[in-house]
């Protein structure tokens, strides 16, 4: 029999995004995001599918936080809405928005459980964007206002904070592949966007720590190490660049090591640092927060972009095409503790999509998800009595919802989302995680 055994204090949690859950597109003061804007954009989004309604979660809060009570839950990260709190971007904080955030970290303090709150999780307030967004300078000065009004309207609810969200989809995804909002697919903007977002997230914490609040604080990133698909030479090396490409960039200036010099070669394009820039970014932080779905295998192609590529695999897939690679998140969590080893770290998305159906007994049999969230969680009870400095872990993605560009196509929750009554089920996988929780996930 295997039996998953985790430390006393090993922090239990799920996650969503403001955009992808909230709903309320035009309700309390908020203002419109790249997101709305892009989703009008023909063929962006499938079937022209918007977060205008989502999970309705700004009027089920309640609901959905006395679920994750029963369920066990210790922690709700959610991500705030820079256009619900700054309609305008800058300016005047929207009482409103301030107080929904508040009613929902006391409703979850109500029921035991922590907030932790994202403050960026890529809903860019449009008016923002019409100057540049992340492309220009300015943004990491109204990024720096946008959180301080959070810090001093939420400060005394958030028990955790997270800057950013995945920084490799706001700079790649969004501007240079243009398969998220804004859409560009430019080398010079994306590489402007990685600074910057690196930089934002340094003012951000320098900004906390004026404050004096206590709670912990980090960053959220998607780091990938793909793995080389042979052991020639040349795919080791262009493993090596997709990981200082697609990582590196993000992680190293957070460590106080700049930008490594293989991924400025790759992308061909220098970074705007200005003096004084890496010092920002390397401001101290309280645990670093790890995202993980899916490993590549990555081989030499001088046609490519970056003079790499990825190769087919033999794995089992997701519903998103993402082949299910528990080893490598092994490699991952292995090298971002070798590279840290004094800074905690979080899985903070971890999670697995499939086409889930409401089957004759009114219930969600999801048990390849279930597989999928064992194979993840042994990884993780090994990587920690190794002594990986793993110290907590948050479900991808507690309800089905908006995702993205695939509108409501593809469904990551453990509770099941019948978007046209609003009704939530829970999955096995969300019984999954209550016994694992409560200590007795055997097999």
């Known amino acids: 029999m295997q039996r998953l055994e985790f430390p006393d204090d090993f ?14 597109g035009h309700e309390g003061g908020r203002g419109e995001s790249i997101w709305d804007t892009f989703a009008r954009v023909p063929g962006k989004v499938y079937a022209g599918e918007n977060g205008d309604l989502a999970c309705d979660q700004y009027h089920r809060y309640k609901e959905d936080i006395g679920l994750m009570a029963e369920l066990g839950f210790q ?21 409103e928005g ?26 860019l307030p449009q008016v923002l964007q019409d100057r540049g967004g992340w492309t220009e300078r300015f943004i990491v000065d109204a990024f720096t206002e946008y959180v301080t009004a959070c810090y001093e309207g939420l400060g005394d609810l958030v028990d955790q904070w997270i800057t950013i969200n995945e920084p490799f989809c706001i700079a790649y995804l969004g501007h240079l592949w243009g398969h998220h909002a804004p859409g560009f697919t430019d080398i010079n903007l994306a590489v402007k966007a990685v600074h910057h977002v690196n930089l934002a997230h340094g003012l951000a914490v320098q900004a906390y720590r004026k404050t004096g609040l206590q709670a912990p604080i980090g960053i959220t ?41 293989l991924a400025i070669q790759a992308l061909g394009v220098p970074f705007p ?7 920002v970014t390397a401001e101290k932080i309280d645990f670093i927060g790890v995202n993980y779905y899916t490993e590549s295998a990555v081989g030499k192609d001088t046609g490519a972009l970056f003079q790499y590529q990825g190769k087919p695999t033999w794995h089992d897939t997701t519903d998103m095409s ?16 070798e590279e840290a080893p004094e800074i905690p770290l979080y899985i903070t998305e971890n999670g697995y999509a499939r086409q889930d159906h409401i089957e004759a007994d009114g219930r969600i049999h999801d048990r390849d998800r279930i597989e999928y969230l064992k194979q993840h969680l042994e990884v993780c009870a090994d990587l920690i009595k190794a002594g990986v400095n793993l110290k ?18 593809k469904r990551f929750g453990i509770v099941y989302v019948d978007y046209a009554t609003q009704k939530r089920i829970p999955k096995d996988s969300a019984y999954f995680f209550r016994d694992v929780m409560a200590g007795y996930a055997e097999w």
């Open 322 to 337: 993402w082949p299910i690679v528990p080893g490598g998140l092994e490699r991952l969590l292995t090298w971002v503790h």
């Open 273 to 279: 640092v200005q003096p004084g820039d890496l010092a």
């Open 11 to 24: 922090l239990w949690g799920t996650a969503t995004a403001s955009y992808q859950v909230e709903g309320a």
């Open 392 to 409: 907590g872990y948050y479900a991808w993605s507690f309800l089905d919802n908006f995702e993205w560009a695939f509108g409501y196509t």
């Open 75 to 95: 922690s709700y990260r959610f991500s705030l809405a820079w256009p619900r709190i700054l309609p305008l971007g800058t300016g005047t904080v929207n009482p």
């Open 98 to 123: 301030l107080a929904y955030y508040r009613n929902l970290c006391e409703e979850l303090h109500k029921r035991g459980i922590k907030a932790c709150a994202t403050l960026y999780h890529w809903d």
């Open 221 to 261: 990133l998607n780091l990938a190490t793909p793995r080389p698909a042979t052991n020639s030479t040349a795919d080791k090396h262009a493993a090596h660049i997709a990981r200082a490409v697609e990582s590196e960039v993000f992680l190293y200036p957070l460590l106080g090591k700049g930008y490594p010099e």
